[in-house]
């Protein structure tokens, strides 16, 4: 099993790239998907966070108002922190999970770990990744995006990206940079190449092992 972590600043196109290499037959780990399952009622990430934050995070229903939780985080580093310690933990656990259980389904298996705060979170994994994969776009034309796209105010859009981690800080961990300034066709070329080589690695593996047919 391949293990490729692939991460990219809000809106520089990673959804695509994860879209593309599921229909190439990988195993998508949602992380995005992941954070919001260990918030649901009844679970212990959202316990910490009412006891953290208080019962105004919280929807009349139990459930977390994200609206009202994200207004505090993303107005205030510490605050921002404080939630990451909690629900980083839980994610990667279950992220771990979905590893194994791919693993288990298909020793050969592609997984791909869609997961937009790699760095940020990077304390909480041992698990070394295959390849780290980082979709890099230029950051106006991602506030553009979030602008004309998501309709965001600019304020909004400047908060959101300046609550991750650095393009320069992505880069420094990419094993393979997926540029994403020009067209969307561009784009999927570079992932049907990126597919290949991962093919590649492993039939150069079962080969090595002798393990191939």
Known sequence: MQ???LTGGIASGKSTVSARLAEHGAVVVDADRLAREVVEPG??????IADEFGAGVLRPDGSLDRAALGAVVFADDQARLKLNAITHPAVWRRATELFAAAEAADP???????VPLLVEASGERPLRFDRVVVVNTRR????RRLME???MSRADAEARLGAQATDAERLAV???VLDNDGSKEELLAAVDELWTSLIGRTRATEEALG???
């Open 3 to 5: 293990i490729i972590a």
């Open 43 to 48: 679970q212990p990430a959202l316990a910490r």
């Open 108 to 114: 050969d298996a592609i997984v791909v770990y869609d």
């Open 140 to 143: 106006e034309e991602r506030l």
């Open 149 to 151: 796209e998501r309709g």
């Open 174 to 176: 990419a094993d393979v």
């Open 211 to 213: 393990t191939s047919d």
